[in-house]
């Protein structure tokens, strides 16, 4: 059974960071693609930033500078790296790998507020 479990979301305030952490069990983790999505109250879930089985790695224009996704393949792990927050990036963030499968986590709250 394939499980994907975010971690790392909370409040924090504007200019800040924070670490978002996506821990995968039951699959062969290095076979996919990995990336981060998020969805803002009455928004379309929109992507952040992907990083393909071939380590291509493509952010949305409204975070590439700020955003950093990087995996550890070893640990089954994909991270998303955020600083310099504003409010715009308050939203539910979901871990998505991909390829021939295609699998979702349950989402971290990201709200960034004074």
Known sequence: ???LVESGGGL???GGS???SCAASGIIFSLYGKA???QAPGKERELVARISR????TYADSVRGRFTISRDNAKNTVYLQ????KPEDTA???CNVFGDIN???QGTQVTVSS
């Open 12 to 14: 924090v305030q504007p």
């Open 103 to 105: 699998y979702w986590g």
């Open 1 to 3: 059974q394939v499980q």
């Open 92 to 94: 539910v963030y979901y």
């Open 18 to 20: 924070l670490r978002l």
């Open 82 to 85: 955020m600083n310099s927050l």
């Open 36 to 38: 981060w999505y998020r």
């Open 54 to 57: 071939g380590s291509i790695i």
